[in-house]
C-alpha cells in the first residue's frame, strides 16, 4: 500500500517556475506508475504528467509538453513535477496519484487506472 502527501504548490507569476514534490510512503513504492493531475473547478482530473515504475517512460498533456517534466528518485520515495513558463492557464490543483497495480500497464492518462491519491495542492498562476 502505497501513502502519497504533496507539500508543495503556491502562488506564481506567469513565466515563473514552481517544483511539486510528492512524498510516498509504503515498500513498494518503486513498484508503482505515478501521476500528476489538476482539476479546476467544475471540471474533471486531467493528467499532466505519467511516469512508469522504472522511470524509463513518461507521458504528458499536450498543454504542458515542453514546459513540464515528470521524474522519480526510488531511492527517496519521491516524485516530482516540475513545472517551468507557467501560465494562468495552469492554475489549478495539483493531485499526485500512484497506479491501482505494481507494474502498471494501462492507460497512464486514466484517472481510473490510479488507486491512491494525495490530499491535493493549489497552485496559482497569475498574470
Known amino acids: 500500500q502505497v501513502e502519497l502527501v504533496e507539500p508543495g504548490g503556491g502562488l506564481v507569476q506567469a513565466g515563473g517556475s514552481l517544483r511539486l514534490p510528492c512524498a510516498a510512503s509504503g515498500r513498494r513504492f518503486s513498484s508503482y506508475g505515478m501521476g500528476w493531475f489538476r482539476q479546476t473547478p467544475g471540471n474533471e482530473l486531467v493528467c499532466v504528467a505519467a511516469?512508469?515504475?522504472?522511470?524509463?517512460?513518461?507521458y504528458y498533456a499536450d498543454s504542458v509538453k515542453g514546459r513540464f517534466t515528470i521524474s522519480r528518485d526510488n531511492a527517496k520515495n519521491m516524485v516530482y513535477l516540475q513545472m517551468n513558463s507557467l501560465e494562468p492557464e495552469d492554475t489549478a490543483v495539483y493531485y499526485c496519484?500512484?497506479?491501482?497495480?505494481?507494474?502498471?500497464?494501462?492507460?497512464?492518462?486514466?484517472?481510473?487506472?490510479?488507486?491512491?491519491w494525495g490530499q491535493g495542492t493549489q497552485v496559482t498562476v497569475s498574470s
Open positions: 496519484a500512484a497506479s491501482t497495480d505494481p507494474y502498471y500497464s494501462g492507460n497512464y492518462y486514466d484517472p481510473n487506472g490510479y488507486a491512491t
Open positions: 511516469i512508469t515504475w522504472s522511470g524509463g517512460t513518461t
